[in-house]
């Protein structure tokens, strides 16, 4: 006997995700399951798999698992995808909400048609709390020297919810990002492993950057990456406090005023179909 799960498909920026409903329908236990749906070859495929939920914290929750499976505290792309889900579902109509998640209440607002902003709050520069051994005090930890396969990157660290160790490089196309992304990810520097962005700078109001992200590999976007590469760039004084940030899969703008302030991320987010699983033994 099978169970049928719906699911929608959805992407930002070309991050791509699972939605399950945990409010329209009953979901089954989503741990065991969080890897198989997101396999590309035996399940539907996606980086992420998101889950709709209840809060009693904010209007909702939504829980966020890595295509293997490990649950993670943000996504910021995903909650883009998210809050256009619960929009075109009908679960809100709200211009703004809060969404419950591992890392705190974020907030996104509607910024037009597939289009929405996200007040990611402000980044967390202290190594102790990102978590790095890198760097010491309050931080920030900008170019720390971290030996790698032989090879001593120079490592800047932030995290926006979650851990991102940002790498400048002449050219992100050509960084080795395949063989360098995961062996950074585990380096002992990072107790809770982390998210690996490889960027240039190409002017002063535009950067690209490629992501090795933490339990799933190469991203098309990564939102949160986008603005830990910000924050960092204008640390280090080489963008405007507005930028472009440039990904494989669409672009993001990404805005941080002062040191006081929120970053502010805005992005598409779009559905791409929907559709039914068969589960054994449901």
């Known amino acids: 006997m099978s169970r049928r799960l719906p699911f929608t498909k959805m992407h930002g920026a070309g991050n791509d995700f699972v939605v399950l409903d945990g409010i329209a329908h009953e979901l089954p236990t989503i741990e065991p399951l969080a890897a198989r749906l997101c396999d590309r070859h035996f399940g539907i495929g996606a980086d992420q798999l998101l889950v709709v939920r209840p809060s009693r914290a904010a209007d909702f929750r939504m829980e966020i698992f890595n295509a293997d499976g490990s649950q993670v505290e943000m996504c910021a792309n995903g909650i883009r995808a998210f809050y256009k889900y619960l929009r075109d579902r009908g679960h809100t109509q709200a211009d703004e909400i809060g969404v419950e998640t591992l890392s705190g209440v974020v907030r996104p607002r509607w910024a037009g048609p597939n289009c929405v902003t996200v007040d990611m709050g402000q980044p967390v520069l202290a190594p102790a709390k990102i978590p790095t051994t890198l760097g010491r005090d309050e931080g920030p930890v900008l170019d720390a020297p971290l030996e790698i396969d032989g090879e ?21 196309d050509t960084a080795a990002v395949e063989r360098m992304g995961p062996l950074v990810e585990h380096h002992p520097a990072f107790p809770n492993r982390v998210n690996v962005e490889f960027v240039t700078a190409i002017n002063r109001r535009r950067i690209r950057q490629r992501t090795w992200e933490r339990g799933t590999g190469e991203t098309l976007a990564c939102g949160s990456g986008a603005c830990a590469v910000a924050v960092v760039s204008m640390l280090r004084s080489v963008v405007e406090r507005s930028v ?27 559905e791409v179909f929907t559709g039914e699983l068969a589960l054994e033994g449901g």
């Open 152 to 172: 001593t990157l120079l490592v800047s660290v932030v995290s926006m919810g979650n851990p991102h160790a940002v790498i400048f490089v002449p050219d992100p």
């Open 244 to 270: 472009c940030v440039e990904l494989r899969g669409g672009e993001l703008d990404i805005v941080w005023r002062d040191a006081g302030s929120s970053v502010f991320m805005t992005g598409p987010a779009a």
